[in-house]
Antibody, heavy 121, light 107 residues
């Protein structure tokens, strides 16, 4: 069974930085595109960023471009999201999720339980 | 930016059929995916590529698409189907994932 476990969330002030992580297990991690999604309190799902298996391609939603960096360590089966210049509107539950197939943009068939990021003064 | 439009809410009686729509420009050229999210839980993929069902998802869940509108159909609705449902597509023009605003299914 695919397992994705996020960690690293917390309470930070506007303008500060935070790194969230996602540890994957029981699948060939390096084959799959991985994604970060988030959900603000009481709001809908929002895509944040994606990275291909080799890290060759990275994609970001416009509101985080230049502030967030997605990266992965395939040797450690881990996905990361480094967040800088955090804003109040970045508050939410951050999920990592795996594409259901390799090589392309596919639906996310496995999700972690999320890690909560709160940006508040 | 690309927009997907869903009704905010759909209400059906137990045992009836619920249909949740998702509209978008040139949707016929995109693969539509559907997620179910129950309170306090992570989303679950219930339909992918318009009409494919992941293993473990009951056959009561089905997807279809006609022109610029995709539809998630839940047949013989049960109380346990009460959840938020989101449609999603990959926008090749911007290389962005896009979600609809979500539909709350009330049974």
């Amino acid at each position: 069974e695919v397992q994705l476990v996020e960690s690293g969330g917390g309470l930070v002030k506007p303008g500060e930085s935070l790194r969230v992580s996602c540890e994957a297990s029981t699948f060939n991690f390096s084959d799959y595109t991985m994604n970060w999604f988030r959900q603000a309190p009481g709001k809908g799902l929002e895509w944040v960023s994606s990275i291909t298996g080799s890290s060759r391609h990275k994609f970001y939603t416009d509101s985080v471009k230049g502030r967030f960096t997605i990266f992965r360590d395939n040797a450690k089966n881990s996905l990361y999201l480094q967040m800088h210049s955090l804003r109040v509107e970045d508050t939410g539950l951050y999920y990592c999720a795996r594409d259901r197939a390799v090589s392309g943009a596919y639906a996310s068939d496995n999700w972690g339980q999320g890690t909560r990021v709160t940006v508040s003064s | 930016s690309y927009v997907l439009t869903q009704p905010p809410s759909v209400s059906v009686a137990s045992g009836q059929t619920a249909r949740i729509s998702c509209g978008g420009n040139k949707l016929s050229f995109k693969n539509v995916h559907w997620y179910q999210q129950k309170p306090g839980l992570a989303p679950v993929l219930v339909v992918y590529d318009d009409d494919e069902r992941p293993s473990g998802i009951p056959g009561r869940f089905s997807g279809s698409k006609s022109g610029n509108t995709a539809t998630l159909t839940v047949s013989r609705v049960e109380a346990g189907d009460e959840a938020d449902y989101y449609c999603q597509v990959w926008d090749h023009d911007t290389d962005h994932w896009v979600f609809g605003g979500g539909t709350k299914l009330t049974v």
